[in-house]
């Protein structure tokens, strides 16, 4: 059942708890943040309704700018892990490598050592 607005009379329905016309609730206190339509710029109503329009939900705008912008820091970070993992199997590669030539090395020192010996003794 609808009510009237003890302030200026209007009829509203049982819905509401504040008069549309003057904002007073139904126990008759005007409420403070009220604005009458009348009051309102439109130019300030014009401003809101962008914002309102542009993001429906709050969170995240998929856009095309946010979409190559996430792309690309992904595309760096993997890029980066790439090299990380190249540096990684050049070291270990090197390091075998190294100990490779270290092992060649100490039997062609060894097999040169034995080799003097071998002729230092038949000269004896």
């Given at each position: 059942?609808?009510?009237l607005?003890?302030?200026?009379?209007?009829?509203?329905?049982k819905?509401?708890?504040?008069?549309?016309?003057?904002?007073?609730?139904?126990?008759?206190?005007?409420?403070?943040?009220f604005?009458?339509?009348?009051?309102?710029?439109?130019?300030?109503?014009?401003?809101?309704?962008?914002?309102?329009?542009?993001?429906?939900?709050?969170?995240?705008?998929?856009?095309?700018?946010?979409?190559f912008?996430?792309?690309?820091?992904?595309?760096?970070?993997?890029?980066?892990?790439?090299?990380?993992?190249?540096?990684?199997?050049?070291?270990?590669?090197?390091m075998?490598?190294?100990?490779?030539?270290?092992?060649?090395?100490?039997?062609?020192?060894?097999?040169?050592?034995?080799?003097?010996r071998?002729?230092?003794?038949?000269?004896?």
């Amino acid at each position: 059942m609808d009510w009237l607005c003890v302030k200026c009379g209007e009829s509203i329905g049982k819905q509401f708890d504040a008069c549309w016309n003057c904002g007073t609730s139904r126990e008759g206190q005007r409420c403070r943040s009220f604005r009458h339509a009348d009051w309102i710029a439109p130019e300030s109503l014009v401003d809101e309704e962008p914002e309102m329009a542009a993001s429906p939900r709050p969170g995240i705008r998929y856009d095309v700018r946010t979409l190559f912008r996430v792309t690309f820091v992904v595309a760096l970070i993997s890029s980066l892990g790439v090299v990380a993992w190249m540096f990684v199997a050049a070291w270990a590669s090197a390091m075998v490598l190294a100990i490779l030539l270290t092992g060649a090395f100490i039997h062609f020192v060894y097999g040169l050592s034995d080799a003097i010996r071998r002729t230092w003794r038949r000269r004896r």
